[in-house]
Protein backbone atom coordinates (compact mmCIF):
# COMPACT_ATOMS: atom_id res chain seq x y z
CA UNK A 1 0.00 0.00 0.00
CA UNK A 2 1.47 3.23 -1.15
CA UNK A 3 0.28 6.47 0.42
CA UNK A 4 0.61 10.19 -0.31
CA UNK A 5 0.28 13.29 1.54
CA UNK A 6 -0.83 16.57 -0.35
CA UNK A 7 -1.56 19.97 1.23
CA UNK A 8 -3.78 22.28 -0.70
CA UNK A 9 -3.75 26.05 0.09
CA UNK A 10 -6.96 28.15 0.13
CA UNK A 11 -8.52 28.10 -3.26
CA UNK A 12 -5.85 26.34 -4.76
CA UNK A 13 -6.61 22.91 -7.08
CA UNK A 14 -4.29 19.90 -7.45
CA UNK A 15 -4.83 17.46 -10.05
CA UNK A 16 -4.11 13.52 -8.99
CA UNK A 17 -4.31 10.73 -11.56
CA UNK A 18 -4.46 7.16 -11.25
CA UNK A 19 -0.58 5.63 -11.09
CA UNK A 20 0.69 5.39 -15.29
CA UNK A 21 -2.03 7.60 -16.38
CA UNK A 22 -2.89 7.93 -19.40
CA UNK A 23 -1.65 5.02 -19.61
CA UNK A 24 -3.12 1.31 -18.11
CA UNK A 25 -2.75 1.25 -14.56
CA UNK A 26 -1.35 -1.93 -13.17
CA UNK A 27 -2.53 -5.08 -11.78
CA UNK A 28 -2.62 -5.00 -8.14
CA UNK A 29 -2.49 -1.64 -6.69
CA UNK A 30 -3.67 0.00 -3.83
CA UNK A 31 -2.61 3.65 -3.45
CA UNK A 32 -3.74 6.01 -1.52
CA UNK A 33 -4.02 10.26 -1.32
CA UNK A 34 -4.39 12.19 2.15
CA UNK A 35 -5.51 15.76 1.30
CA UNK A 36 -5.09 18.45 4.11
CA UNK A 37 -6.56 22.46 3.59
CA UNK A 38 -6.48 25.14 5.59
CA UNK A 39 -8.51 25.51 8.99
CA UNK A 40 -12.22 26.57 7.64
CA UNK A 41 -11.71 24.56 4.67
CA UNK A 42 -13.34 22.02 2.86
CA UNK A 43 -12.55 20.17 -0.21
CA UNK A 44 -14.05 19.24 -3.42
CA UNK A 45 -13.22 16.57 -5.61
CA UNK A 46 -14.25 16.42 -8.99
CA UNK A 47 -13.78 13.62 -11.84
CA UNK A 48 -12.46 14.58 -15.12
CA UNK A 49 -11.73 11.14 -16.22
CA UNK A 50 -12.84 7.68 -14.97
CA UNK A 51 -12.20 4.25 -16.91
CA UNK A 52 -12.11 1.31 -14.09
CA UNK A 53 -12.69 -2.68 -14.31
CA UNK A 54 -16.12 -2.56 -12.82
CA UNK A 55 -15.43 -6.16 -11.20
CA UNK A 56 -11.92 -5.99 -10.11
CA UNK A 57 -11.24 -2.12 -9.15
CA UNK A 58 -12.74 0.55 -6.92
CA UNK A 59 -12.50 3.78 -5.58
CA UNK A 60 -13.06 4.97 -2.42
CA UNK A 61 -13.47 8.14 0.18
CA UNK A 62 -13.91 9.15 3.45
CA UNK A 63 -13.46 12.16 6.27
CA UNK A 64 -9.80 12.46 8.27
CA UNK A 65 -6.17 11.37 7.45
CA UNK A 66 -7.31 7.47 8.19
CA UNK A 67 -7.55 5.60 5.61
CA UNK A 68 -9.73 2.93 7.62
CA UNK A 69 -12.19 5.49 9.08
CA UNK A 70 -15.50 7.51 8.25
CA UNK A 71 -15.72 5.98 5.04
CA UNK A 72 -18.52 7.63 2.90
CA UNK A 73 -17.93 6.87 -1.16
CA UNK A 74 -16.97 3.53 -2.81
CA UNK A 75 -17.33 3.52 -6.39
CA UNK A 76 -17.23 0.13 -8.99
CA UNK A 77 -19.37 1.52 -11.66
CA UNK A 78 -17.67 2.07 -15.39
CA UNK A 79 -18.67 5.43 -15.77
CA UNK A 80 -17.93 8.74 -14.05
CA UNK A 81 -18.17 9.52 -10.09
CA UNK A 82 -20.19 12.24 -8.88
CA UNK A 83 -18.56 14.89 -7.38
CA UNK A 84 -17.35 14.41 -3.52
CA UNK A 85 -16.96 17.59 -0.39
CA UNK A 86 -15.41 16.63 3.12
CA UNK A 87 -17.04 17.71 6.00
CA UNK A 88 -13.97 18.77 7.36
CA UNK A 89 -10.73 20.29 6.14
CA UNK A 90 -9.20 16.84 5.49
CA UNK A 91 -9.93 13.87 3.19
CA UNK A 92 -8.83 10.47 1.94
CA UNK A 93 -8.78 8.91 -1.24
CA UNK A 94 -7.69 5.01 -2.61
CA UNK A 95 -7.55 3.15 -5.63
CA UNK A 96 -7.29 -0.76 -5.20
CA UNK A 97 -7.10 -3.15 -8.55
CA UNK A 98 -6.67 -6.84 -7.89
CA UNK A 99 -6.15 -7.82 -11.76
CA UNK A 100 -5.04 -7.18 -14.95
CA UNK A 101 -6.67 -3.40 -16.08
CA UNK A 102 -7.65 -2.25 -19.78
CA UNK A 103 -8.50 1.08 -19.08
CA UNK A 104 -6.54 3.94 -17.80
CA UNK A 105 -8.22 4.94 -14.95
CA UNK A 106 -8.64 8.09 -13.53
CA UNK A 107 -8.00 11.86 -13.63
CA UNK A 108 -9.56 14.07 -10.47
CA UNK A 109 -9.26 17.51 -9.52
CA UNK A 110 -9.50 18.58 -5.52
CA UNK A 111 -9.82 22.30 -4.71
CA UNK A 112 -9.64 24.38 -1.08
CA UNK A 113 -13.35 25.52 -1.03
CA UNK A 114 -14.77 27.88 2.07
CA UNK A 115 -16.32 25.42 4.96
CA UNK A 116 -19.54 26.99 4.41
CA UNK A 117 -20.64 25.72 0.99
CA UNK A 118 -22.28 22.64 0.19
CA UNK A 119 -23.21 20.31 -2.31
CA UNK A 120 -27.27 20.26 -2.89
CA UNK A 121 -28.74 17.38 -5.32
CA UNK A 122 -31.06 18.60 -8.17
CA UNK A 123 -34.13 17.22 -8.80
CA UNK A 124 -33.64 14.90 -11.33
CA UNK A 125 -30.48 13.32 -8.38
CA UNK A 126 -30.68 10.96 -5.76
CA UNK A 127 -29.34 12.17 -2.64
CA UNK A 128 -27.17 9.66 -1.07
CA UNK A 129 -25.93 11.72 2.14
CA UNK A 130 -22.92 13.55 2.64
CA UNK A 131 -23.34 15.85 -0.16
CA UNK A 132 -23.09 12.62 -2.64
CA UNK A 133 -25.57 13.33 -5.43
CA UNK A 134 -26.04 10.48 -7.96
CA UNK A 135 -28.38 9.86 -11.04
CA UNK A 136 -31.77 9.25 -9.92
CA UNK A 137 -32.70 7.01 -12.48
CA UNK A 138 -30.44 4.56 -10.96
CA UNK A 139 -32.50 4.29 -7.96
CA UNK A 140 -33.84 0.94 -7.61
CA UNK A 141 -31.83 -0.45 -10.24
CA UNK A 142 -30.58 -3.47 -8.48
CA UNK A 143 -27.32 -1.72 -8.01
CA UNK A 144 -25.70 -0.14 -4.80
CA UNK A 145 -24.50 2.90 -5.77
CA UNK A 146 -24.67 4.90 -2.51
CA UNK A 147 -21.88 3.94 0.13
CA UNK A 148 -25.17 2.86 2.49
CA UNK A 149 -26.96 1.33 -0.19
CA UNK A 150 -29.78 3.73 0.71
CA UNK A 151 -30.50 4.33 -3.50
CA UNK A 152 -31.74 0.41 -2.85
CA UNK A 153 -33.75 0.60 0.43
CA UNK A 154 -37.59 -0.10 0.34
CA UNK A 155 -37.30 -0.43 -3.77
CA UNK A 156 -40.05 -3.21 -3.25
CA UNK A 157 -41.54 -3.15 0.43
CA UNK A 158 -45.36 -3.53 1.97
CA UNK A 159 -46.10 -1.86 5.15
CA UNK A 160 -49.15 -3.94 7.06
CA UNK A 161 -50.36 -2.50 9.79
CA UNK A 162 -51.83 -5.16 12.42
CA UNK A 163 -54.89 -4.72 14.65
CA UNK A 164 -54.78 -5.83 18.28
CA UNK A 165 -54.77 -9.70 18.85
CA UNK A 166 -55.04 -9.81 14.66
CA UNK A 167 -53.15 -11.75 12.95
CA UNK A 168 -51.88 -11.30 9.44
CA UNK A 169 -50.39 -14.41 6.75
CA UNK A 170 -47.21 -13.34 5.30
CA UNK A 171 -45.59 -15.50 2.30
CA UNK A 172 -43.44 -15.61 -0.07
CA UNK A 173 -43.94 -13.76 -3.67
CA UNK A 174 -45.43 -16.20 -6.20
CA UNK A 175 -46.09 -18.80 -2.74
CA UNK A 176 -46.68 -21.42 -3.55
CA UNK A 177 -44.63 -21.36 -6.40
CA UNK A 178 -40.86 -20.51 -5.90
CA UNK A 179 -39.48 -17.27 -5.73
CA UNK A 180 -38.00 -15.59 -8.94
CA UNK A 181 -34.40 -15.22 -9.34
CA UNK A 182 -33.13 -12.08 -7.83
CA UNK A 183 -35.42 -11.10 -5.43
CA UNK A 184 -35.48 -8.75 -2.62
CA UNK A 185 -38.27 -8.13 -0.63
CA UNK A 186 -39.42 -6.26 2.55
CA UNK A 187 -41.99 -5.83 4.82
CA UNK A 188 -42.76 -3.42 7.55
CA UNK A 189 -44.99 -4.42 10.20
CA UNK A 190 -46.78 -1.99 12.95
CA UNK A 191 -49.20 -2.77 15.54
CA UNK A 192 -51.20 -0.76 17.86
CA UNK A 193 -49.11 0.85 20.80
CA UNK A 194 -48.39 -1.05 23.81
CA UNK A 195 -48.35 -4.45 21.67
CA UNK A 196 -45.67 -6.36 20.22
CA UNK A 197 -45.70 -8.35 16.70
CA UNK A 198 -45.23 -12.03 17.15
CA UNK A 199 -43.99 -14.14 13.90
CA UNK A 200 -43.96 -17.97 13.35
CA UNK A 201 -43.39 -20.17 10.41
CA UNK A 202 -45.69 -22.59 8.70
CA UNK A 203 -43.23 -23.45 6.31
CA UNK A 204 -39.66 -22.86 5.25
CA UNK A 205 -37.93 -23.41 2.15
CA UNK A 206 -35.44 -21.69 0.63
CA UNK A 207 -31.67 -22.46 -1.59
CA UNK A 208 -29.14 -23.04 0.92
CA UNK A 209 -26.36 -21.00 -0.88
CA UNK A 210 -28.47 -17.75 -2.21
CA UNK A 211 -31.25 -17.10 -0.53
CA UNK A 212 -32.23 -15.85 3.26
CA UNK A 213 -34.38 -14.24 5.49
CA UNK A 214 -33.67 -11.76 8.05
CA UNK A 215 -35.45 -9.41 10.29
CA UNK A 216 -35.18 -6.16 13.08
CA UNK A 217 -36.86 -3.63 15.08
CA UNK A 218 -38.65 -0.58 13.85
CA UNK A 219 -39.37 0.51 10.61
CA UNK A 220 -36.01 1.32 9.39
CA UNK A 221 -34.45 -1.50 7.14
CA UNK A 222 -31.09 -2.24 8.28
CA UNK A 223 -31.59 -0.62 11.64
CA UNK A 224 -31.69 -2.95 14.86
CA UNK A 225 -31.09 -6.44 13.25
CA UNK A 226 -31.54 -9.15 15.05
CA UNK A 227 -31.91 -12.41 13.21
CA UNK A 228 -31.04 -13.71 9.77
CA UNK A 229 -31.66 -17.36 8.32
CA UNK A 230 -29.64 -18.86 5.79
CA UNK A 231 -30.82 -22.34 5.17
CA UNK A 232 -27.28 -23.77 4.54
CA UNK A 233 -27.30 -23.86 8.27
CA UNK A 234 -30.84 -25.40 8.63
CA UNK A 235 -33.16 -26.89 6.52
CA UNK A 236 -36.05 -26.92 8.67
CA UNK A 237 -38.24 -23.89 9.72
CA UNK A 238 -37.05 -20.62 11.45
CA UNK A 239 -37.72 -20.71 15.26
CA UNK A 240 -40.40 -17.84 16.14
CA UNK A 241 -39.72 -14.10 16.71
CA UNK A 242 -40.78 -11.64 18.77
CA UNK A 243 -40.61 -7.87 18.45
CA UNK A 244 -39.35 -5.27 21.11
CA UNK A 245 -42.40 -2.79 20.27
CA UNK A 246 -44.80 -2.44 18.15
CA UNK A 247 -42.65 -2.21 14.59
CA UNK A 248 -40.75 -5.24 12.91
CA UNK A 249 -39.17 -5.14 9.56
CA UNK A 250 -38.85 -8.62 7.70
CA UNK A 251 -36.47 -9.27 4.30
CA UNK A 252 -36.10 -11.96 2.42
CA UNK A 253 -33.88 -11.91 -0.29
CA UNK A 254 -32.83 -14.68 -2.94
CA UNK A 255 -30.37 -14.24 -5.63
CA UNK A 256 -31.12 -17.37 -8.11
CA UNK A 257 -32.74 -20.49 -7.03
CA UNK A 258 -31.81 -24.21 -8.11
CA UNK A 259 -34.05 -25.39 -5.13
CA UNK A 260 -37.29 -24.19 -4.28
CA UNK A 261 -37.53 -20.80 -2.27
CA UNK A 262 -40.42 -19.90 -0.33
CA UNK A 263 -42.09 -19.61 2.86
CA UNK A 264 -45.49 -18.50 4.81
CA UNK A 265 -45.06 -17.22 8.01
CA UNK A 266 -48.25 -15.37 10.20
CA UNK A 267 -47.90 -11.98 12.18
CA UNK A 268 -49.97 -11.61 15.29
CA UNK A 269 -50.28 -8.53 17.30
CA UNK A 270 -49.75 -9.28 21.47
CA UNK A 271 -49.98 -7.77 24.36
CA UNK A 272 -46.50 -5.67 24.89
CA UNK A 273 -46.00 -7.52 28.28
CA UNK A 274 -45.86 -10.82 26.20
CA UNK A 275 -42.40 -12.67 26.31
CA UNK A 276 -40.81 -15.75 24.77
CA UNK A 277 -38.87 -18.04 27.57
CA UNK A 278 -36.15 -20.63 26.00
CA UNK A 279 -37.38 -24.12 27.04
CA UNK A 280 -34.22 -25.81 29.16
CA UNK A 281 -33.60 -27.73 26.03
CA UNK A 282 -33.23 -24.68 23.66
CA UNK A 283 -30.37 -22.49 23.46
CA UNK A 284 -31.13 -18.60 24.29
CA UNK A 285 -30.06 -16.53 21.11
CA UNK A 286 -31.18 -13.19 22.75
CA UNK A 287 -33.77 -11.41 21.69
CA UNK A 288 -36.55 -14.27 22.76
CA UNK A 289 -34.67 -15.96 20.03
CA UNK A 290 -34.47 -20.00 20.95
CA UNK A 291 -32.76 -22.11 19.06
CA UNK A 292 -32.17 -26.46 19.28
CA UNK A 293 -29.92 -26.73 22.13
CA UNK A 294 -28.10 -28.94 19.84
CA UNK A 295 -27.17 -26.80 17.85
CA UNK A 296 -25.00 -25.32 20.23
CA UNK A 297 -21.03 -25.33 19.20
CA UNK A 298 -21.61 -27.34 16.16
CA UNK A 299 -20.06 -25.08 13.59
CA UNK A 300 -23.08 -23.56 12.30
CA UNK A 301 -24.04 -20.11 13.30
CA UNK A 302 -27.81 -20.06 13.76
CA UNK A 303 -28.03 -17.15 16.36
CA UNK A 304 -27.33 -13.48 14.94
CA UNK A 305 -23.78 -12.60 15.79
CA UNK A 306 -22.70 -16.09 15.96
CA UNK A 307 -23.36 -16.48 19.86
CA UNK A 308 -24.21 -19.93 20.06
CA UNK A 309 -20.84 -20.92 18.66
CA UNK A 310 -19.31 -18.88 21.24
CA UNK A 311 -17.05 -20.24 23.90
CA UNK A 312 -16.75 -23.49 21.93
CA UNK A 313 -12.46 -24.10 21.34
CA UNK A 314 -14.03 -24.78 17.54
CA UNK A 315 -11.76 -22.15 16.16
CA UNK A 316 -8.69 -21.86 18.29
Known amino acids: MHTVVLYINASDTLEISSPNYPGNYSDYIDKNWILHAEENQKIYITFSSFEADEYSAYFSAGDGDNIYSNQFFNWYRSNEPPDLISTGNQIWLRFSSYSIPATSGFVLSASSIPATENLT ?8 GHSVCINGSWRCDKIYDCYDGSDEFSCDTT ?33 EENQKIYITFSSFEADEYSAYFSAGDGANLYSNQFFEWHSYSRWNEPPDLISHANQ ?12 PSRFV ?23 SVCINGSWRCDYQWDCYGGSDELSCGNYA
Open 265 to 287: LSATSIPSTENLTCAASEFDCGH
Open 159 to 191: VLYINVSDTLEISSPNYPSNSSDDIDKTWILHA
Open 248 to 259: IWLRFTSYWSSV
Open 121 to 128: CAASEFDC
